[in-house]
């Protein structure tokens, strides 16, 4: 079968070399299609018939219209094809050109295919299509016309570096006239004779494509970009509408828990507020009562020492002393409470509000601030409150000043109080030595409040406190 197969292509090889064999090779015909960039050119014979003539040698340069004297060997194929030729110009005729073949692509391909027709090769076709691509090469432009299932391939001399007609884009609608050929497939093994492909139609010069209707806005190509984008807005938009829902969601969440962070903070201080005024008035009412039954029995005691009981005098008299102090410093710790616990929130406007209750102060005690205040612990405030109360009690007291001023500093870090007054002044290494009870009440609370004191003083000078407390 497969030997039977071979002789059958042979055969039909022998015909086909036979008839192109006793074919013309001495034709006289017009020149229709000619373009410089190419080695070949098309004439149509008296006939009417189309050739394809190649190779030719040291002919002169002919032009569409010239008719021509060709002498050649036909090639060995089903097309009409010269090589080898040698060109006569023998005049030129014009008006013998026959005019061009017109059609659709669709109707074309239904005419070529599967195996090509011999009449249209070589002819001059008008059709019009579907501009589908355009593929620039270093020396031609390649264009893919199509209609329906059809395309047709269409090269023109557009050299990479040049630019193309700003409406020949993917989507026109085209016009185009040209010269049609196609490439024939020959295998004898697989026996395939003549069935062809890469239809293409050749235009002599640009100007034979022309766009006939302009490419549409909505072209496959914008309508993906357009898609591509709303994809992406809907994408962003979606991620920023989750993002915003979890911001609203946190940020509530956290409003919520500060409401209730407050909330429990108002209910702890005045918890607290009402545990310090209990307190108080326990201790006012209760050890207040003892250390002042204490002194007046020291005192009784002390009547019925026998004369000559020196000692015993001094040392109970030392221990009246402490009684007396323990009884002011608790006083000191009771009214810092209360005046805590029923004045402002503010520092400033707690000190403020200390200063119009106590009388003593009036006239003398001056107070100012710097900086913005911040919020600061009710037992902290307090303690600032017994060292501020020591400090200008002293003044008064002991130092007879005129004027005390106290000035409150906020930094970034800390606080910084100082206190100031124009009294008679003392000397702080003898008071130290003397065991002065206020002193060291200031530098214990200070210490306490990790903060750090400087007490400078001369008689006759005045004292000034300076104090800075972390925050």
Known sequence: MKNMKRIVCV?????????????????????????????????????????????????????????????????????????????????????????????????????????????????????????????????????????????????????????????????????????????????????????????????????????????????????????????????????????????????????????????????????????????AADLHDGFQQYLAGATFRLKAAMNYLPEGADESRAQLEKVNDALKHTQSGLRSTLWAMNEESEGPESLIELIQFVARRLPQWEGIVEIASEGEERKIAHNFAGTILLILQEAVGNAIDRGHAKSVKVRIVFGEKGLAMTVADDGSGFDTAAARKEGHYGLSGMERRTAELGGKITISSKIGEGTTVRIALPL
């Open 11 to 279: 055969a039909f090889s022998a015909l086909v070399a036979g008839a192109a064999y006793a074919a013309t090779t001495n034709l006289t015909g017009v020149v229709t299609f000619q373009r410089g960039d190419l080695s070949f050119f098309f004439i149509d014979d008296v006939s009417g018939v189309h050739w394809r003539v190649q190779g030719v040698k040291g002919a002169p340069a002919v032009k569409i219209g010239d008719l021509v004297h060709v002498e050649g060997e036909r090639e060995m194929t089903t097309k009409r094809r010269i090589a080898d030729a040698t060109i006569t110009v023998e005049g030129h005729a014009m008006a013998a050109i026959p005019p061009p073949f017109e059609t659709g692509i669709a109707d074309l391909f239904s005419r070529l295919m599967p195996f090509g027709n011999t009449d249209l090769y070589g002819g001059v076709v008008v059709t019009e299509g579907l501009l589908r691509d355009i593929n620039r090469r270093q020396t031609t432009t390649q264009l893919l016309v199509g209609e329906g299932d059809s395309n047709l391939q269409v090269e023109i001399p557009w050299a990479l570096e040049e630019a193309l007609p700003a409406n020949l884009v993917q989507g026109a609608t085209v016009r185009v006239k040209g010269v049609l050929t196609w490439t024939s497939i020959e295998n004898y093994e697989e026996g395939i004779f003549g069935r062809i492909e890469n239809v293409e139609l050749i235009p002599p010069t640009p100007d034979a494509v022309e766009v006939i209707r302009r490419a549409p806005f909505w072209t496959v190509g914008r309508l993906l970009f357009i898609l591509m984008w709303v994809c992406f807005l809907a994408a962003a938009l979606s991620v920023w509408t989750l993002t915003l829902r979890r911001m609203v969601a946190r940020r509530t969440q956290e409003l919520a828990e500060s409401v209730r962070q407050r909330e429990r903070v108002k209910i702890e201080a005045d918890a607290a507020r009402r545990e310090r005024l209990r307190l």
